[in-house]
């Protein structure tokens, strides 16, 4: 079965500090991950996908098969970066994502 | 629509009623998504619909729920005798259900509270 792990379900940065957000997943085949942000007061929406390598905020995921890990990153904190974050897993060609559990990161200013 | 519309945004109910909730998924997306939203339990999958036909409804977590779409559009998600802890938000997504995945559009979800 698939899993999707997020340890921190908490984390405070100061602005302008490096942001990790860790996400590990358990999966037999080929996944495919995402991260999903969602703001204050509004709807969960797609950040990046590891398919497409793109960097979006300033934010960037590397897939890591040997660690099955696809840590989300930040090398400079923002205020506006504070928000519920979820990595999300599933495997090609089937569109059932599965998520963690998320991880609320604060950006203290 | 532009977006994935949900309704009610809020919805209380007594324990034991039923609810409908509605979901009006993006036009031309073809597959469409039920998740729950709890705190501390990240997002759970419910069920998925592929036009009108739900291939995955792995996700229900009892026979007191339920769930249709009609017109390869709208869906309906029905909980039946509700108790507390159906209480959540509950979302719903729609794609393309192509082999281009690009991720889901979620609606703003509708949230849940049984009294």
């Known amino acids: 079965a698939q899993r999707v792990t997020q340890p921190e379900k908490l984390l405070s940065v100061f602005k302008g500090a490096p942001v990790e957000l860790k996400c590990n997943y358990s999966?037999?085949?080929?996944?495919?991950l995402f991260w999903y942000v969602q703001y204050s007061r509004q709807r969960l929406q797609l950040l990046l996908r590891?398919?497409s390598r793109e960097s979006i905020k300033g934010f960037t995921a590397d897939l890591n098969k040997g660690e099955t890990s696809f840590h989300l990153k930040k090398p400079f904190a923002q205020e506006e970066d504070s928000a519920m974050y979820y990595c999300a897993l599933t495997n090609f060609g089937n569109e059932k994502l599965t998520f963690g559990t998320g991880t609320r990161l604060t950006i203290i200013p | 629509g532009a977006g994935v519309s949900q309704s009610p945004s809020n919805k209380v109910t007594e324990k034991g009623k039923d609810v409908e909730l509605r979901c009006d998924p993006i036009?031309?997306?073809?597959?469409l998504y039920w998740y729950r939203q709890s705190l501390g339990q990240g997002l759970e999958f419910l069920i998925y619909?592929?036009?009108?036909?739900?291939?995955?409804k792995s996700g229900l977590p009892s026979d007191r729920f339920s769930a249709e779409r009609t017109g390869g559009s709208v869906s309906t998600l029905t909980i039946q005798r509700t108790q507390q802890e159906d209480s959540a938000v509950y979302l719903c997504a729609s794609s393309f259900g192509d082999r281009n995945f690009y991720g889901y559009t979620f609606g703003s979800g509708t949230r849940l509270t049984v009294v």
């Open positions: 999966y037999s085949g080929s996944p495919e």
């Open positions: 619909f592929q036009g009108n036909s739900a291939p995955d």
């Open positions: 036009s031309g997306h073809t597959a």
């Open positions: 590891h398919i």
